[in-house]
Antibody
Framework: QVQLVQSGAEVKKPGSSVKVSCKSS????????ISWVRQAPGQGIEWMGG????????NYAQKFQGRVTITTDGSTDTAYMELSSLTSEDTAVYYC??????????????WGQGTLVTVSS | DIQMTQSPSSLSASVGDRVTITCRAS??????LNWYQQKPGKAPKLLIF???SLQSGVPSRFSGSGSGTDFTLTISSLQPEDFATYYC??????????FGPGTKVDIK
């Protein structure tokens, strides 16, 4: 059974950066896209970007270009999402999710438990 | 970006009710549409992929239909554990996927 386990909650100052990890177990880590999405309190779900570990190339949402970096470490089957220049609007729960494909349709079949990032002075 | 809308934004229903949620895309997305259920404090859970395919382990009271721009999620007989928020998500423009704003289903 695939499991994605994320790092713990973070409290950050405005202007700083945060790095969240997502460790995969029980599946073939390198072959699937790992995406990051976020959900601000009481709000909807927003895609930030994704990476295919076997290729190491990431795609980012226009909104986060230049501010987000998604990487992987194949030796530990772990994905990372680093977000810089934090503001209070970045306060949210951040999720990693595995992207599967069936008949050409991509969907998120496994999710991490979420990491709350609070940005406050 | 492809914009997704959902209606209603919230609804109240009773156990045993038939519930239908609608999702509309700003352009045709063929059948590149998925549905998720989210309970408070939990990650979303995949219910339906490719518009109408039931994810393994999901009860058969959940069903999805539609193609192009208009889609529906139907719960045939609402159960107590189904009170949650439901999101549609398009993957036509992968990797730039987008989610709908959600529909909250609560107890009447």
């Amino acid at each position: 059974q695939v499991q994605l386990v994320q790092s713990g909650a973070e409290v950050k100052k405005p202007g700083s950066s945060v790095k969240v990890s997502c460790k995969s177990s029980g599946g073939t880590f390198s072959s699937y896209v790992i995406s990051w999405v976020r959900q601000a309190p009481g709000q909807g779900i927003e895609w930030m970007g994704g990476i295919i570990p076997v290729f190491g190339t990431a795609n980012y949402a226009q909104k986060f270009q230049g501010r987000v970096t998604i990487t992987t470490d194949g030796s530990t089957d772990t994905a990372y999402m680093e977000l810089s220049s934090l503001t209070s609007e970045d306060t949210a729960v951040y999720y990693c999710a595995r992207e599967a494909v069936t008949r050409g349709v991509n969907y998120f079949d496994y999710w991490g438990q979420g990491t709350l990032v609070t940005v406050s002075s | 970006d492809i914009q997704m809308t959902q209606s209603p934004s919230s609804l109240s229903a009773s156990v045993g009710d038939r519930v239908t949620i609608t999702c509309r895309a700003s352009q045709s997305i063929n059948s590149y549409l998925n549905w998720y259920q989210q309970k408070p404090g939990k990650a979303p859970k995949l219910l339906i992929f490719a518009a109408s395919s039931l994810q393994s382990g999901v009860p058969s009271r959940f069903s999805g239909s539609g193609s192009g721009t208009d889609f529906t999620l139907t719960i045939s007989s609402l159960q107590p554990e189904d009170f949650a928020t439901y999101y549609c998500q398009q993957s036509y423009s992968t990797p730039r996927i987008t989610f709908g704003p959600g529909t909250k289903v609560d107890i009447k």
